[in-house]
C-alpha cells in the first residue's frame, strides 16, 4: 500500500461524542447524565455499565411477557 492510500479511508468515521470525566459514583454519573444518554450515547466514563443495566432491564421484560402465557 502506498500513503495515500492508507491516509484515505474507505469508510470515513464518524466524530467522537460529547464525553466528560464524572467525580461521582457509578449511580450518581449516570443520573446526572440521564440513563440512557450514557447507555446509548457514552455521555461518560460509565456507559459499558449503563448498557449493560439496560441489557438486564430489557431482558427482565422480555422474559416476564414469555412467562406469562405459561401461567395460563
Not at 474507505?10 to 450518581?28: L, N, V
Not at 447507555?39 to 460509565?46: F, I, K, W
Amino acid at each position: 500500500m502506498s500513503g495515500s492510500d492508507s491516509d484515505k479511508e474507505r469508510i470515513p468515521r464518524r466524530p467522537a461524542p460529547d464525553f466528560h470525566d464524572s467525580e461521582a459514583s457509578m449511580i450518581g454519573a449516570v443520573i446526572e447524565d440521564g440513563f440512557l444518554r450514557v447507555a446509548l450515547d457514552d455521555a461518560n466514563q460509565y456507559g459499558p455499565h449503563a448498557m449493560i443495566m439496560l441489557l438486564i432491564a430489557v431482558s427482565s421484560v422480555t422474559a416476564f411477557f414469555l412467562l406469562i402465557p405459561s401461567l395460563f
